[in-house]
């Protein structure tokens, strides 16, 4: 069975930073490409970055360029989500996603003071 086991989530102040980490198994890590998506309460849900199987091309929503990094190691079957200077809009829970196919149940990230 595909498992995909977000972590990392938490309640941070504005300004603030996480690092979500999303471990996967059963299933050709090197070979997927990987997203994060998000869910604020009571939206639907918005993608906010990708990166390709190789890790050479990532992609970000403009709503978190330049403050949110994708990266993976295809070594440990991860694949993480930093994310800097938080804002009370980027509250929402997380979903990893391999081939668009494939989902995590989330890690819940609230930014509040």
């Known amino acids: 069975e595909v498992q995909l086991v977000e972590s990392g989530g938490g309640l941070v102040q504005p300004g603030g930073s996480l690092r979500l980490s999303c471990a996967a198994s059963?299933?050709?890590?090197?070979?997927?490409?990987m997203s994060w998506v998000r869910q604020a309460p009571g939206k639907g849900p918005e993608w906010v970055s990708g990166?390709?199987?190789?890790?050479?091309?990532?992609y970000y929503s403009n709503s978190v360029k330049g403050r949110f990094t994708i990266s993976r190691d295809n070594a440990k079957n991860t694949v993480y989500l930093q994310m800097n200077s938080l804002k009370p809009e980027d509250t929402a829970v997380y979903y990893c996603?391999?081939?668009?196919?494939?989902w995590g149940k989330g890690t819940l990230v609230t930014i509040s003071s």
């Open positions: 996603n391999a081939n668009g196919a494939y």
């Open positions: 990166i390709t199987f190789g890790g050479d091309t990532t």
């Open positions: 059963q299933f050709t890590f090197g070979n997927s490409d």
